[in-house]
């Protein structure tokens, strides 16, 4: 980018192109990788559910990427949700109920571990 931002000046004169980069979307990969009992919960916690886990990579700027940025491991799962961000975006209430189950039974499991 600061190459662009140098050539534009250049070609059309200094200070045309101006460039503010800062961080926005952070990749929780680095602060996730060091806490992976916490996937391993996940995991336990859908299968629980009898929800098989379709485990992807996804970009940030989620929640769960700020989150995790602040200390607290957290990766996404998933809460019944299609099509995002476009017209036909709906979330199924089978779907939120099993999220929520899910989330009842990461509780659950993390009571017992802390027992």
Known sequence: MQNCVS??????????????MNDQYYNMKEKIDPNM??????LKAMQ???IAPKVQPIRGGTDGA??????LPCPNIFAGG?????PYEFV???VMEKAMQVIINICQLTAEFND
């Open 92 to 94: 199924s209430i089978q």
């Open 82 to 86: 299609v099509n995002f961000h476009g």
């Open 48 to 50: 629980q559910c009898a």
């Open 66 to 71: 700020q989150l995790s940025f602040k200390g």
């Open 7 to 20: 050539q534009m000046n250049e070609k059309y004169g200094e200070g045309t192109v101006e460039l503010k």
């Open 37 to 42: 009992h916490v996937i391993e919960l996940v």
